[in-house]
């Protein structure tokens, strides 16, 4: 019997893991850690090495990252506006 893997179930959201982002499943990785690794001009490959992930679960949360950009960038975007809030707060405080 074949043991056959499909796209479905590679990638998950859950409300209780990692605030509802995507996730690869089996891990804590999510899917906007995969993308920004990419972003930043590592190939798939170079990926794995870092995270130790498999090939096809770096590709799977690439495929996810590129049908789900919008959502991705957005999330990434609203962490980065809070971190910067939280930097000037506390400078500011100091």
């Known amino acids: 019997m074949l043991d056959i893997q499909t ?3 590679l990638i998950i959201k ?3 893991l990692r605030s509802g982002r ?3 499943a ?3 990785t999510t899917v906007r850690t995969v993308a920004g690794l990419y972003k930043l001009g590592l190939s ?3 990926i794995t090495g870092e995270l130790l992930l498999s090939l096809a679960q770096v590709y799977a949360a690439l ?3 590129h049908l789900h950009t919008d959502e991705i960038e957005a999330d990434i975007q609203a962490d980065s506006e809070v971190e910067l809030i939280r930097q000037v ?3 500011a405080d100091d």
């Open 7 to 9: 796209l479905d179930g």
């Open 89 to 91: 707060t506390s400078t």
């Open 44 to 46: 798939a490959e170079e």
């Open 14 to 16: 859950d409300s209780a």
């Open 22 to 24: 995507p996730i690869i």
């Open 26 to 28: 089996g891990t804590g």
């Open 63 to 65: 495929t996810y990252y």
